[in-house]
């Protein structure tokens, strides 16, 4: 009885323990994924310059970094602007906040963008999703310099239940996440949605250095061994019922 309350105990203090920072454990990040809702093409300005000018600097500072900032690759007004935030833990994505409060920098910088009112909005709406890394991939990764790529691909895959949403990550750690590395998808990050529409979902991001060669990266990828094997694998069968694909480019604000 007295060893079965010990490793009860010891279970519940494993639980309980402050997670370490993911640079010194290898633990997996969280990001944020940001999509501000526009109506013209000086909304879009006023969200980059927002963050290319008073919030990047003050995460920067923070030490979260580095953050992508994104836009749809068709020109339209209605664009939406797509923001990416890595951090090392839940401390300090919950941290946040407050230091951006408490940062004159960023007050000052940021103050005409944060009082925008009725008439004149910064931006329609935006909507925020917290995930965490996959076991599979745990740190966002930067595409090389000399690889620098022009476009990128944001996937969310829906899965039909919070089972089948594993399963699907089971898949991609089984192969996949090493197969488009393997083919020059060449992956940035890959997270489970923890907080946000749309669940139970994943979502990941691509990238390529015209949307023509990253066309070729999928074509690659369709054909290869390993996907065929994977995909007629009994096990995965069924665990996406749908998938919303955006091709996006860098803002000058971004940092990927």
């Not at 995460?59 to 923001?83: D, H, K």
Request: charged fraction near 15%; proline fraction near 7%; include cysteine.
């Amino acid at each position: 009885m007295l060893n079965r309350l010990t490793l009860l105990l010891t279970a519940l203090l494993t639980l309980l323990a402050p997670a370490s920072p993911a640079a010194d454990t290898g633990s997996s990040q969280y990001y944020e994924v940001r999509i501000y809702h526009t109506k013209s093409a000086e909304q879009q300005q006023r969200i980059n310059e927002y963050w290319q000018n008073a919030a990047i600097p003050a995460y920067n500072r923070q030490g979260i970094q580095p953050i992508g900032v994104f836009t749809e690759l068709n020109e339209s007004p209605t664009n939406g602007i797509y923001v990416l935030i890595p951090c090392d833990s839940l401390a300090i994505f919950e941290a946040m906040p407050g230091k951006l409060a408490a940062d004159a920098t960023y007050q000052a910088a940021a103050a005409d963008f944060l009082a925008a009112g009725k008439a004149n909005p910064a931006y329609e709406r935006f909507e925020s999703s917290l995930l965490v890394a996959f076991d599979g991939m745990k740190q966002l990764v930067v595409p090389p310099a000399a690889h620098r790529p022009n476009i990128f691909e944001l996937r969310t895959y829906m899965s039909p239940g919070e089972a089948k949403g594993l399963n699907k990550i089971h898949m991609f750690e089984s192969g996949e996440i090493t197969l488009m590395k393997d083919i020059g998808l060449a992956p940035i990050f890959y997270g489970r949605k923890l907080i946000g529409p749309n669940l139970p979902c994943l979502m990941y991001l691509t990238c390529g250095e015209t949307p023509e060669a990253h066309g070729q990266h999928w074509k690659a990828f369709s054909a290869a061994p390993v996907w065929k094997a994977l995909q007629a694998e009994p096990q995965y069968k069924d665990n996406v019922s749908s998938i919303i694909k955006i091709m996006l480019k860098r803002t000058p604000a971004s940092q990927i």
